[in-house]
């Protein structure tokens, strides 16, 4: 209808990008819109040398931890592909994604056995959620009976975003170089100093 009305339409396709900085140079795009290119240029080079500079601070550590991402959703996880942006994300925070195998550039759903068999070792979980007070481990463990069989909350070792309070989905498409510093500080304790923006310590 908008279309038949005249308006020019501009399809944006930033959610299909392979790469956390592919998405985020989106912004340059928006900047040419508003007429503010200088300072969307800007924001963009400002990121991507952060990310860099995080990534090159990762890349080459010894232990590199296996990494999971949030978890059930009615009777599927939704896992990150080797090619999506997440998974390149857990990568370039120096960890590995152990569903790096399937080369889709999404999510991944799969059965919650399905994911314990091949993650139950995973060394560090992150968490994204939206309720009104902060999740515990003991009520994550209460979620799903496969959640206190990983490796990772058995040790304590869980990251949670409360997305109700947190602008997680608002800000890290721009700003990557932020969730990449928080994976990096909960995944290299030995490199944590540096500022929490998304995710922290669940507490019991």
Not at 82 to 100: H, K, Q, Y
Not at 156 to 163: E, P, Q
């Amino acid at each position: 209808r908008i279309e038949k009305l005249g308006i020019p339409i501009i399809e944006c396709a930033d959610y299909m990008e392979t790469s956390a900085l592919g998405r985020a140079e989106w912004v340059r795009f928006y900047g040419l819109l508003f007429g503010k290119q200088d300072v969307a240029d800007k924001m963009f080079a400002d990121t991507e040398s952060n990310y860099l500079k995080l990534k090159e601070m990762a890349t080459g550590l010894a232990v590199k931890p296996k990494v999971i991402i949030d978890q059930r959703y009615g009777q599927v996880w939704n896992v990150p592909g080797g090619v999506s942006t997440m998974g390149r994300l857990i990568e370039d925070a120096g960890g590995i994604n152990p569903f790096a195998s399937y080369k889709q550039s999404g999510s991944v759903p799969l059965a919650p056995e399905k994911v314990l068999a091949e993650a139950h070792d995973a060394d560090i979980w992150f968490v994204r959620y939206n309720q009104e007070k902060e999740k515990t481990m003991k009520e994550l463990g209460n979620d799903a009976p496969v959640n206190s069989q990983f490796k990772a909350y058995k040790e304590g070792r869980v990251y949670g975003c409360n997305t109700r309070y947190v602008d997680f989905y608002e800000e890290t498409p721009f700003h990557p170089d932020r969730l990449l510093e928080d994976m990096i500080s909960a995944m290299h304790p030995e490199l944590s100093n540096h500022t929490t923006h998304h995710y922290y310590h669940l507490m019991q």
